[in-house]
T-cell receptor, first 114, second 112 residues
């Protein structure tokens, strides 16, 4: 079953604008990860945020985590056409031993128009 | 090493046939995972190996599915008596014990 729910399901923006995607989950987690998937391809890991962290940055990406609301957001600043892809959040509920079983949401399909 | 490699990339098979997919992980990675992704959905966990030991299996992995990792390196996923509902992208990933998984490009299975 899918734990995470991304919102919105689809997002279309102009190049240069910021894109914000949200993820909600149901159970307690060890960490939350965001992945990107180009159409018909594999997933690329973007960023991991641990349950005791509230915000993390990586280049043009900013991720926040609110464990009290069981939600996370991914912000992509100054979007580019090459950012067009589906974005998934994935939660890891396993303590200690690392992420051996990730639970993914349904994803947000981002289209960046040149 | 160019990452996780999966073969074939695409497979079309008739219902009832058996299919086998192969995954070659990143060489020093001791963990290997299989996920399945249907159209419009996120990946769903199928199974996981620590070296050659299969330590976790999802209930999604019916009796028709079997995965092996005989020498703790490459892995195979076999589906027997395929059904149309098996049509999906099958994703393999590998990682170090405490590392994030790196995914391959997937094998897209179409059962006709």
């Amino acid at each position: 079953s899918q734990q995470g729910e991304e919102d919105p399901q689809a997002l279309s923006i102009q190049e240069g604008e910021n894109a914000t995607m949200n993820c909600s989950y149901k159970t307690s987690i060890n960490n939350l990860q965001w992945y990107r998937q180009n159409s018909g391809r594999g997933l690329v890991h973007l960023i991991l945020i641990r349950s005791n962290e509230r915000e993390k940055h990586s280049g043009r990406l900013r991720v926040t985590l609110d464990t009290s609301k069981k939600s996370s957001s991914l912000l992509i600043t100054a979007s580019r056409a090459a950012d067009t892809a589906s974005y998934f959040c994935a939660t890891d509920a396993n303590s200690g031993a690392g992420s051996y079983q990730l639970t993914f949401g349904k994803g947000t399909k981002l289209s960046v128009i040149p | 090493d160019t990452g996780v490699s999966q073969n074939p990339r695409h497979k079309i098979t008739k219902r009832g046939q058996n299919v086998t997919f192969r995954c070659d992980p990143i060489s020093e990675h001791n963990r290997l995972y299989w996920y399945r992704q249907t159209l419009g959905q996120g990946p769903e966990f199928l199974t996981y190996f620590q070296n050659e030991a299969q330590l976790e299996k999802s209930r999604l992995l019916s009796d028709r599915f079997s995965a092996e990792r005989p020498k703790g390196s490459f892995s195979t996923l076999e589906i027997q008596r395929t059904e149309q509902g098996d049509s999906a992208m099958y994703l393999c990933a590998s990682s170090l014990s405490l590392g994030v998984p790196f995914f391959g490009q997937g094998t897209r299975l179409t059962v006709v």
